[in-house]
Nanobody, 122 residues
C-alpha cells in the first residue's frame, strides 16, 4: 500500500505560480503518479501523470505548456509546478498512484492523498 500527503496549495493571483508536493510512503516502486483536481460542483478531472523513471509524462490539454510534473524517487516526492495560473485552475488538487502502467482515468488509481486547495483570483 501507499500513503500520500499533498502540500503547497494556497491563494494566488492569475498569472502567478505554485508548486505542489506529494510525499509518498509504502511500496512505491514501479508506480505511476497522477495529479487530479476537483472544483466545487464538478467532477474530478485528470491533470497529468508521470512514470516511475520520470521518462514518460502526460498532461491534460487544459494545462499543457503551463504545468510540469517531476519526481525525486530518493525523496519519495512528486511535484506539480503550476505556472501562468488561471481562475479556472481553482480547485482541490489530489495526487494519486497506481502500479506498472499509466492512466488518465481516476477510477484506475488505487491510492489518494487528502488534497490541497488551490485558489486563483482574477
Amino acid at each position: 500500500q501507499v500513503q500520500l500527503v499533498e502540500s503547497g496549495g494556497g491563494s494566488v493571483q492569475a498569472g502567478g505560480s505554485l508548486r505542489l508536493s506529494c510525499v509518498a510512503s509504502g511500496r512505491t516502486f514501479n508506480t505511476y503518479m497522477g495529479w487530479f483536481r476537483q472544483a466545487p460542483g464538478k467532477e474530478r478531472e485528470f491533470v497529468g501523470r508521470i512514470s516511475w523513471s520520470g521518462g514518460s509524462r502526460y498532461y491534460a490539454d487544459s494545462v499543457k505548456g503551463r504545468f510540469t510534473i517531476s519526481r525525486d524517487n530518493a525523496k519519495n516526492t512528486v511535484y506539480l509546478q503550476m505556472n501562468s495560473l488561471k481562475p479556472e485552475d481553482t480547485g482541490v488538487y489530489y495526487c494519486a498512484t497506481k502500479y506498472d502502467t499509466g492512466s488518465y482515468r481516476s477510477s484506475e488509481y488505487n491510492y489518494w492523498g487528502q488534497g490541497t486547495q488551490v485558489t486563483v483570483s482574477s
